[in-house]
């Protein structure tokens, strides 16, 4: 703003990811990425009334979307889930594609079950757990789908592979997206280590003086697996010898 006149500059707006929100037009273009197994839809609302009321609404939104059958499942599930309130009464409808969710969909408005549909109700008590299995949850394969369908896990993961591959001498990537392959189940890939029978007080008070070494996993009471620099994992086991 300056002198008596005050000016506004109108800009092309930046493209966002359709969230199937937007009202008339064409629907938002695919996301990037390969196209999901399966894609949640949640909705929400204070009463079961509300939330059935919530599904048909969203039905009839969608239905008056030209080509939203053709548009990304995943997102509408992304809107769904970051730009709506979360009410207590609540549901999620799971498919592989628009019909199979706009089915559920369907099905939640009229009250009706689905084997796609999963309702619940919020409590004032929730709980998180985290699993860290560990040596022996590995699979030929794994991660190989995940890679492709989502850029943030491949970058993630080539960041991981350029540190490991120098050290392990070939491409950690090879290791674990080959199909039919034993190779992910030997030691060196999925857990190098050394094992060492002493209580974790123990391994964790050798330990401490090295900033490139680490207790891996607690196996059990006097089960404990450190991992680091060869070198250095050496000294800690020889000294429980």
Do not use: K
Request: proline fraction near 6%; aromatic fraction near 4%; hydrophobic fraction near 45%.
């Amino acid at each position: 703003m300056s002198g008596t006149n005050a000016h506004v500059i109108v800009e092309e707006a930046r493209e966002e990811a359709g969230d199937g929100s937007h009202e008339g037009g064409e629907a938002p273009a695919a996301s990037a990425g390969r196209p999901l197994p399966v894609v949640p839809w949640p909705l929400s609302g204070r009463t079961e009334d509300a939330l059935a009321d919530q599904a048909a609404r969203l039905t009839a939104h969608l239905a008056g979307i030209p080509g939203a059958d053709r548009a990304h499942p995943a997102d509408t599930g992304r809107a769904l889930a970051t730009t709506r309130t979360a009410f207590d009464h609540r549901a999620v409808v799971l498919g592989a594609d628009h019909d199979e969710l706009a089915a559920g969909l369907a099905a939640l408005a009229a009250g009706e079950t689905h084997p796609g549909l999963v309702r619940g109700l919020a409590t004032d008590d929730p709980r998180v757990a985290f699993l860290f299995t560990g040596q022996g949850a590995q699979r030929a394969g794994m991660g190989r789908e995940l890679y492709e369908a989502f850029p943030v896990f491949a970058e993630a993961f080539d960041a991981v592979c350029a540190e490991i591959d120098p050290r392990l001498g070939r491409s950690l990537r090879e290791v674990m997206f080959a199909e039919g392959s034993a190779e992910l189940d030997r030691t060196e890939f999925t857990q190098p280590m050394v094992s060492v029978r002493a209580s974790e007080a123990e391994v964790a008070e050798l330990v401490a003086p090295y900033q490139d070494v680490s207790i891996a996993a607690v196996n059990g009471p006097a089960s404990v697996v450190v991992s680091g620099a060869a070198d250095a994992v050496t000294e800690i086991a020889a000294v429980l010898a």
